[in-house]
């Protein structure tokens, strides 16, 4: 079988190494795009992390301010 990628042509390959070397490109375009989502996802996960300890902190603030009663 041949094959042309990109303008190089590829003469009496076997199909089997073309599905494995097909097989193989795709994990890494997998592996490439799943580091990136994990890179996205623990950012937000750290920002929220940090917005919910900013928050705790307020609220106990609010609970430890004295009540005041209205007359």
Excluded: W
């Excluded at 009496?12 to 097909?22: E, K, Q």
């Amino acid at each position: 079988m041949d094959l042309d990628i990109f303008g190089q042509k590829f003469y009496d390959l076997s199909l089997s190494i073309i599905c494995f070397y097909a097989f193989i490109a795709g994990m890494i375009f997998i592996l490439v795009f799943a580091l990136a989502d994990e890179i996205v996802l623990r950012t937000n996960l750290r920002r929220v992390k940090k917005e919910n300890r900013n928050l705790k902190k307020e609220l106990d603030a609010l609970r430890n301010l004295p009540i005041e009663e209205e007359k």
